[in-house]
């Protein structure tokens, strides 16, 4: 192995490793400096095994499965209805000075906010997370594409009138297409928007989830438990964040 | 030289008040191809401020001719172009082709290449020119085939997988030449397309560029700052005043005018410089 990729395996893998390591000492030191009882902290060794125990029953990766199927619903339809509201926005100066209001404001409600409200109106089911996920998408979408489409350089929508473009498909085909590397990033930020909000929604009503899964386990006093399914939310996030934030890089970056 | 400054009304175009269809009916041959500006103003709102860019300029391009519009920096020479594209609509007056009124927005008849390249970031090269003949109703193929006749006449046969981001300014402008050449316009419009090229370039380019018009005669709306480079290809030069800009003169380029080692070069630049003023305000 040479001298150069060493150091890159070491700032790759070895940096990470010690700041995960800052947090399990700090962790056990804790637990030992104040004698905390299991129920109240367990150690990270604890946790682990019941991590281990816990990925082995099919009840996790239903919750898990759950969580992220409300997830992915949730996003795609925030997505593709923030875009088209927001592309609308940056196109259309009517629409603009008639949806923005709305649109301001109902952006700074956020999505936990409508907890209460969905659970009345769709109780547990998953409807009501879907819904909640698209909603907070929905509002990092529509405010970067609205901005991101009508910053798109001014000569490439003389460029595509000149070459014989309808204004939709000037929209469609350039602006929007301009506007990707911004809207991939808006896309990665409402990722971690929509996963947060679908687990928070989980913690106050759901039937399953890994929301619920950590507050049953909370009222059971498996803390253990809560603190291993709050590490597998985090693992999770960052797992689905990278991936769309890949995938987008790779399909509109053309900086 | 044929082309005039313009009256009003001039007489063989219909007036104006009598309808699209009729004017569409009266259209004779003698004004297919030909470009008219007539009493065309343009402002716009700056900071509150109203700027005056174009103050009554009129003039006439015979069809198949290359009129070059010089005039100082920022005179709204850009400005004269987006009217005739369409892309703006006038203050006032109005513009005709083939003696019908240019449309706002698309025109099926036109070709343009923009001061900056305005090339698609996200496409090859090679896409970048045949989009428009795709807008345009071509097949994919053929579109792939006209770009690729192009772009090889451009002299980048080499770089049509390249991405806009690959290429130096210069390569970049000849894209937007061939894309614009590409759509084989009747009207072709250039604001200042070989402003980014090394003077070596420049010339081969010029030269280049003058064989390809013999291709297809479009109309031309060539605009510049190199009186050089307006005697070497204009017809005619359309000289303009500061602005607010209008027609200073309309200053006729006959064929002994472009041999640059001839006196009537040197009578022709030393006669356009006059009539711009200041030499030093002609940049390059």
């Given at each position: ?7 890159l ?8 490793l ?26 990270p060794l ?6 281990v125990?816990?990925v ?7 919750d ?5 199927f409300e997830?992915?619903a949730g ?8 875009l ?6 940056g196109?259309?100066?009517?629409f ?16 936990f906010a409508w907890?209460p ?7 547990t ?5 879907i819904?909640l ?13 609205a ?7 001014p000569?490439?929508s003389?460029?595509?009138t000149?070459l014989?473009?309808s204004?939709?498909r000037?929209?469609?085909q350039?602006?929007?297409r301009?506007a990707?590397?911004?809207?991939a990033?808006a896309?990665?930020?409402a990722?971690?928007i929509?996963?947060?909000?679908v687990v928070?929604a989980?913690y106050?009503?759901a ?11 909370a ?6 438990v809560?603190?291993g399914?709050?590490?597998v ?6 797992g689905?964040s990278a991936v769309i934030?890949?995938l ?8 | 030289m ?8 001039p007489s ?5 008040g ?14 297919r ?15 509150g401020?109203e700027?005056d ?9 015979e ?6 519009v010089v005039?100082p920096?920022?005179?709204?020479k ?5 009217l ?7 203050s ?5 082709f083939?003696?019908?009124p240019v ?9 343009m290449?923009f ?10 090269v090679?896409?970048n020119?045949a ?11 053929d579109a ?5 006749e ?19 300014g ?5 894209v937007?030449i ?18 980014a ?5 420049r010339?081969?380019?010029?030269q280049?560029f003058?064989?390809l018009?013999?291709l ?15 005697i ?7 000289a ?8 200073q ?17 040197a009578?022709?630049?030393a006669?356009t410089?006059a ?10």
């Open positions: 192995m040479s001298e150069r990729s060493r150091s395996l070491a700032r790759q893998v070895a940096l990470p010690v700041g995960v390591a800052c947090v399990l000492a700090i962790w056990q030191a804790t637990l030992v400096a104040y004698r905390l009882p299991a129920i109240v902290l367990p150690s604890a946790v682990a095994k019941t991590l125990d816990l082995q029953t099919s009840a996790f990766w239903r898990v499965g759950v969580s992220l997830f992915f996003y795609a339809i925030g997505v593709v209805l923030g088209f509201v927001g592309m609308l926005m196109e259309a100066r009517r603009r000075m008639a949806a923005a209001p709305v649109v301001e404001s109902l952006r700074f409600v956020v999505p907890i409200l969905t659970i009345l109106w769709f109780g089911s998953y409807v009501g997370k819904l996920v698209a909603y907070a998408v929905f509002f990092v979408m529509v405010v970067s594409a901005r991101a489409v009508a910053q798109v350089e000569t490439l003389r460029v595509g000149m014989g473009m204004r939709w000037l929209a469609w350039v602006h929007l301009a990707a590397p911004t809207l990033s896309a990665r930020a990722a971690a929509g996963w947060i909000a928070a989980e106050i009503g039937s399953a989830g890994l929301g619920l899964m950590i507050t049953n386990a009222t059971s006093l498996a803390t253990s809560v603190i399914g709050m590490i939310i985090g693992v999770i996030g960052a689905v934030g890949a987008a890089r790779r399909w509109f970056d053309y900086r | 044929k082309v005039q400054t313009e009256t009003p009304h063989p175009l219909p007036a104006r009598e309808s699209e269809h009729s004017a569409v009916a009266e259209r004779n041959d003698a004004q191809g030909e470009l008219v500006v007539e009493r065309v103003f343009h402002r716009y709102i700056s900071a401020r700027i860019v174009l103050h009554d300029v009129s003039f006439r391009i069809p198949g001719h290359v009129a070059c005039g920096s920022g005179c709204g850009s400005t004269l172009l987006g005739a594209a369409g892309l703006l609509r006038p006032g007056g109005m513009l005709r083939d003696g019908a449309a706002i927005g698309r025109n099926p008849h036109l070709g290449a001061q900056q390249p305005g090339l698609f970031p996200w496409m090859s090679r896409e020119v989009i428009g003949l795709r807008t345009r109703g071509q097949t994919r193929r792939r085939r006209i770009a690729d192009f772009l090889d006449t451009v002299g980048l046969a080499d770089f049509r997988d390249a991405y806009p981001s690959q290429l130096s210069g390569m970049a402008q000849r937007g061939a894309r614009a050449l590409a759509l084989r316009p009747r009207l072709l419009l250039l604001d200042e397309p070989f402003a090229v090394d003077a070596f370039t010339l081969k380019l010029q280049e003058k064989a018009l013999r297809d005669r479009p109309t031309v709306l060539f605009v510049t700052h190199d009186v050089p480079e307006a070497a290809l204009g017809d005619v030069i359309v303009m005043t500061q602005r607010p800009a209008s027609v003169r309309i200053i006729p380029v006959a064929r002994e005018d472009r041999d640059r080692a001839s006196p009537a070069y009578r022709k630049l006669e410089l009539c711009l003023g200041v030499t030093s305000d002609i940049q390059d």
